[in-house]
């Protein structure tokens, strides 16, 4: 009764449970019938593992001095990084990280440094494109209030993107991307959670410094990786470490019901029941709501997405790269990303996934299936050469994988978290159950860690 009961198989309950038992606890994890470790455990196909897009991890200095892990407030868009240090040294404890290389762009057929995510904006030095427009700091629509101004709770993307970088800069270097990824405009997206779709959303001074091909005072944002390339590979050991521990009790069942009297919670499988005073969940909005007998919520706006793994031999890669956003919208591909180039690995087979947009694939299509679009896209954008460059292994397509940033959609996940708390009392909350922008690696780490100090 007084050990911690998990429910649920995110990242979040898998580094609880690690620090659980680091704390001599004995906790329960019942993960309702899904694989361990969640999105961030990849996806194992024959004997490799591959991880589903590109997943990058960062390692800041915090934003605040000695911040203590129960003011963490999941409501707050990246809380996280007031703790970046522990979810960086967490990580290192598991497995010391390498620095992945420069992420690239293709725009206007050329391969240039990454500048939607990594800060380098060599692309625009000498761009014949005119600057963005003069907009002080006062502006309520400037950048630098894009965490925690009051406009930016309704603003859009769109809008913020018109004020701060300009419409002919934005419509050239970044709207292309957003359109392939998310099936949309950029009015859609609520600038705050500009992130969710990879979009940048820069200062305008910066980008003018850069068109003059002046300093613009920001450095490269740094990424890294597992030694293997592949995050999922780091988990997986994680979820292995669970699993052969004595002190975890792992039920690989799904959940048939879950109720709390003033006693605690009981949870109950088709193997028996566990009770607790201590719960935390991690699952989905949808399963827990269902769970709780709560009535599902309505569909969000949500793009999908189309994910070619593979195996391609490395004597055939004559164009070399470890992550590839594709901005052109003359290609369905949106990004491609080389798992073993990200750790400087060179095997005689490199892991390679490749997304793209259905709706690029089907307006491409001419007769083609989905694979032999990306296949040949691949072939082209690693320069390949020969017949057999190529090991196919599975193409999948995600339905409504990505779900955007609406103002709506941010409402209505608040407003579901308010709900399922409510009905909840007491249980710790984690991942998607916290709302919308709370189910990065780096947030679940810190829920984790929390949750773990809390539980003790």
């Given at each position: 009764m007084d050990e911690p009961l998990l429910i649920g198989n995110n990242m979040a309950l898998l580094v609880a449970a690690v620090e659980l038992v680091r704390r001599g606890r004995r906790p329960t994890l019942i993960t309702d019938g899904k694989p361990l470790g969640g999105h961030f455990a990849g996806a194992q196909i024959g004997e490799a593992r591959f991880d589903v897009g590109m997943v990058l991890l960062e390692k800041l200095a915090p934003t605040a001095a000695h911040a203590r892990l129960n003011t963490y407030d999941p409501l707050q868009r990246n809380d996280w990084t007031r703790f970046a240090d522990r979810a960086a040294a967490w990580l290192d404890a598991c497995e010391p990280l390498v620095r992945a290389p420069t992420p690239e762009c293709l725009v206007e057929g050329r391969f240039v440094p990454d500048y939607l995510i990594t800060n380098r904006l060599d692309v625009f030095r000498g761009a014949n494109v005119a600057s963005p427009p003069q907009l002080g700091r006062d502006d309520p629509r400037h950048a630098t209030h894009k965490n925690t101004g009051a406009a930016y709770e309704q603003l859009s993307y769109a809008d913020a993107a018109q004020a701060n970088h300009g419409d002919a800069l934005q419509a050239r270097f970044i709207e292309p991307f957003v359109r392939k990824l998310t099936g949309h405009g950029s009015e859609v997206l609520l600038a705050r959670y500009?992130?969710?779709?990879?979009?940048?959303?820069?200062?305008?001074?910066?980008?003018?410094?850069?068109?003059?091909?002046?300093?613009?005072?920001?450095?490269?944002?740094?990424?890294?990786?597992?030694?293997?390339?592949?995050?999922?590979?780091?988990?997986?050991?994680?979820?292995?470490?669970?699993?052969?521990?004595?002190?975890?009790?792992?039920?690989?069942?799904?959940?048939?019901?879950?109720?709390?009297?003033?006693?605690?919670?009981?949870?109950?499988?088709?193997?028996?029941?566990?009770?607790?005073d201590r719960l935390a969940l991690g699952l989905t909005v949808e399963r827990a709501r269902a769970l709780f007998g709560l009535a599902p919520l309505s569909a969000p706006l949500a793009a999908s997405v189309v994910v070619m793994f593979c195996l391609v031999r490395a004597e055939a890669i004559h164009r070399h790269t470890a992550c590839l956003m594709v901005v052109d919208e003359a290609l369905a591909t949106y990004r491609l990303t080389d798992q073993d180039a990200l750790a400087d690995r060179d095997p005689p087979w490199h892991r390679v996934v490749v997304e793209a947009s259905p709706d690029s694939l089907l307006y491409l299509a001419n007769g083609r299936t989905q694979q032999d679009i990306l296949l040949s896209e691949l072939r082209q954008l690693l320069s390949l050469a020969g017949d057999d460059a190529v090991q196919v292994l599975k193409t999948v397509?995600?339905?409504?994988?990505?779900?955007?940033?609406?103002?709506?959609?941010?409402?209505?996940?608040?407003?579901?978290?308010?709900?399922?708390?409510?009905?909840?009392?007491?249980?710790?909350?984690?991942?998607?159950?916290?709302?919308?922008?709370?189910?990065s690696m780096n947030d679940q780490i810190i829920q984790g860690l929390k949750m773990a100090e809390e539980f003790e």
């Amino acid at each position: 009764m007084d050990e911690p009961l998990l429910i649920g198989n995110n990242m979040a309950l898998l580094v609880a449970a690690v620090e659980l038992v680091r704390r001599g606890r004995r906790p329960t994890l019942i993960t309702d019938g899904k694989p361990l470790g969640g999105h961030f455990a990849g996806a194992q196909i024959g004997e490799a593992r591959f991880d589903v897009g590109m997943v990058l991890l960062e390692k800041l200095a915090p934003t605040a001095a000695h911040a203590r892990l129960n003011t963490y407030d999941p409501l707050q868009r990246n809380d996280w990084t007031r703790f970046a240090d522990r979810a960086a040294a967490w990580l290192d404890a598991c497995e010391p990280l390498v620095r992945a290389p420069t992420p690239e762009c293709l725009v206007e057929g050329r391969f240039v440094p990454d500048y939607l995510i990594t800060n380098r904006l060599d692309v625009f030095r000498g761009a014949n494109v005119a600057s963005p427009p003069q907009l002080g700091r006062d502006d309520p629509r400037h950048a630098t209030h894009k965490n925690t101004g009051a406009a930016y709770e309704q603003l859009s993307y769109a809008d913020a993107a018109q004020a701060n970088h300009g419409d002919a800069l934005q419509a050239r270097f970044i709207e292309p991307f957003v359109r392939k990824l998310t099936g949309h405009g950029s009015e859609v997206l609520l600038a705050r959670y500009h992130r969710a779709a990879w979009a940048p959303l820069y200062y305008p001074e910066t980008l003018t410094a850069a068109l003059r091909g002046d300093p613009i005072g920001i450095d490269e944002y740094p990424f890294w990786t597992s030694h293997t390339g592949c995050i999922g590979d780091l988990v997986a050991r994680l979820c292995d470490q669970v699993s052969n521990s004595d002190r975890v009790r792992i039920v690989a069942e799904p959940t048939t019901s879950l109720q709390h009297d003033e006693d605690g919670w009981c949870a109950t499988t088709a193997s028996g029941s566990v009770t607790s005073d201590r719960l935390a969940l991690g699952l989905t909005v949808e399963r827990a709501r269902a769970l709780f007998g709560l009535a599902p919520l309505s569909a969000p706006l949500a793009a999908s997405v189309v994910v070619m793994f593979c195996l391609v031999r490395a004597e055939a890669i004559h164009r070399h790269t470890a992550c590839l956003m594709v901005v052109d919208e003359a290609l369905a591909t949106y990004r491609l990303t080389d798992q073993d180039a990200l750790a400087d690995r060179d095997p005689p087979w490199h892991r390679v996934v490749v997304e793209a947009s259905p709706d690029s694939l089907l307006y491409l299509a001419n007769g083609r299936t989905q694979q032999d679009i990306l296949l040949s896209e691949l072939r082209q954008l690693l320069s390949l050469a020969g017949d057999d460059a190529v090991q196919v292994l599975k193409t999948v397509t995600a339905r409504n994988a990505l779900v955007l940033p609406t103002a709506e959609e941010i409402d209505r996940s608040a407003a579901a978290h308010t709900e399922l708390a409510s009905i909840a009392p007491g249980a710790r909350l984690t991942g998607g159950l916290l709302g919308y922008g709370a189910t990065s690696m780096n947030d679940q780490i810190i829920q984790g860690l929390k949750m773990a100090e809390e539980f003790e």
